[in-house]
């Protein structure tokens, strides 16, 4: 009996994460403009955007990101970040490095700085990050969410995706914060 509970619990389990797996690969795909990188997480499929802020054609360097909600579970409105989303969460903290060069960091977890600066090889910015001594283009940002609360949640997982900017190959990298 002991060993059919097992069996049943881990098949259970199992289930779970395949659907959770599932559901993150069902999740929508944002090409906005000057789009930089874009964050996702449990539980629904709204997204924050990062994006290029640019004024005349030229990066503002008082704030070189924004970032909006695009509400996929409310047929895909766009809406800004709320006051405490902005300083709490998924706003960003910017410095600026060099010219046209800038280190963000997102509120919610600043341990991982984001460079944005030109793509040598398209002259475009893009976000860069560094996955141990390697240096990335940041696409994504993936937050597995497990419970918790609203203000308080208990984050199982934060994945970086992106591509390796010299060879083009895609690179995932998944760590428990």
């Known amino acids: 009996m002991r060993r059919w509970i097992a069996a049943f619990v881990s098949l259970v ?18 090409k906005e403009e000057n789009q930089l990188f874009y964050l996702q997480r449990d539980p629904n499929s709204n997204t924050v955007v990062y994006s290029l802020n640019l004024e005349d054609g030229k990066i503002d360097e008082s704030s070189p990101v924004k970032t909006h909600w695009i509400m996929y579970e409310d047929g895909g409105e766009r809406t800004g970040l709320s006051f405490i989303q902005r300083k709490m969460a998924y706003g ?17 977890y600043k341990k991982i700085p984001v460079i944005v600066k030109r793509h040598k ?9 560094k996955i141990g001594e390697r240096e990335i283009v940041l696409n994504r940002i993936f937050v597995r969410i497990d419970g ?14 992106g591509y390796d900017p010299v060879s083009q190959e895609q690179v995932s990298h998944r760590f428990s914060p």
């Open 121 to 129: 090889k398209s002259d475009r910015y893009a976000a860069f990050a």
């Open 13 to 30: 389990i199992l289930s779970c994460a395949e659907k959770g797996l599932a559901q993150k690969e069902k999740l929508p795909v944002p």
């Open 92 to 108: 960003v903290h910017h410095e600026k490095v060099a010219d046209d060069k800038f280190e963000i960091r997102i509120q919610a």
């Open 148 to 161: 918790g609360s609203r203000f308080n949640p208990n984050v199982k997982y934060i994945e970086l995706s």
